[in-house]
């Protein structure tokens, strides 16, 4: 899976990255490097909570979980 990442440098320097497909997941960091790996731990935190929030929403139901790669 290969996702966009939107940059802007801030006035104190700092650059703040988004990603184009999960709106939702903001970053910063001093590099863009640091600020690629910080977009990378919040995007793992969002599929985290979502998994927590879905198995929590979903127990005791029978579920079929399958994996599902995007090329």
Known sequence: MKL???IEKSEDGWFVG???EF???L???KTIEELKFNLKDALNLLFD???QIIQ????GKEI???E???E
């Open 4 to 6: 966009t990442v939107l």
């Open 18 to 20: 988004q990603l184009e």
């Open 23 to 25: 709106p939702e997941v």
């Open 27 to 29: 970053s910063q960091g």
């Open 49 to 51: 909570s979502n998994r």
């Open 56 to 59: 929590s929403n979903n127990y």
């Open 64 to 66: 079929i979980r399958e």
């Open 68 to 70: 599902l790669v995007i």
